[in-house]
């Protein structure tokens, strides 16, 4: 396994089980160590990406809320307004 590559699940999980042995060393820690830093990374990556997400569903929902307080407006005012 090279050092610049993140650790596999199975290296994560071969580590694990040598931990569980009691036959951890230095190098398995250092393997757990990356293992995690590399699934936060993923996980806020992520988290990111679902506020983005949140974000513009409430923009696309304000806007929704606008269209159709306008259309109400026209047609309980039979104006004949041009809605966009």
């Given at each position: 396994?090279?050092?610049?590559?993140?650790?596999s699940?199975?290296?994560?999980?071969?580590?694990?089980?040598?931990?569980?042995?009691?036959?951890?060393?230095?190098?398995?820690?250092?393997?757990?160590?990356r293992?995690?830093?590399?699934?936060?990374?993923?996980?806020?990556?992520?988290?990111?990406?679902?506020?983005?997400?949140?974000?513009?569903?409430?923009?696309?929902?304000?806007?929704?809320?606008?269209?159709?307080?306008?259309?109400?407006?026209?047609?309980?005012?039979?104006?004949?307004?041009?809605?966009?």
């Amino acid at each position: 396994m090279s050092d610049c590559m993140p650790p596999s699940p199975e290296d994560f999980k071969k580590t694990l089980d040598r931990i569980k042995r009691g036959l951890a060393t230095v190098e398995d820690a250092d393997l757990i160590r990356r293992y995690v830093a590399e699934m936060e990374e993923v996980i806020n990556y992520y988290a990111s990406c679902l506020a983005d997400a949140r974000e513009l569903l409430r923009l696309e929902r304000a806007s929704s809320d606008r269209y159709q307080r306008a259309l109400n407006e026209a047609l309980n005012s039979g104006s004949g307004a041009y809605i966009p």
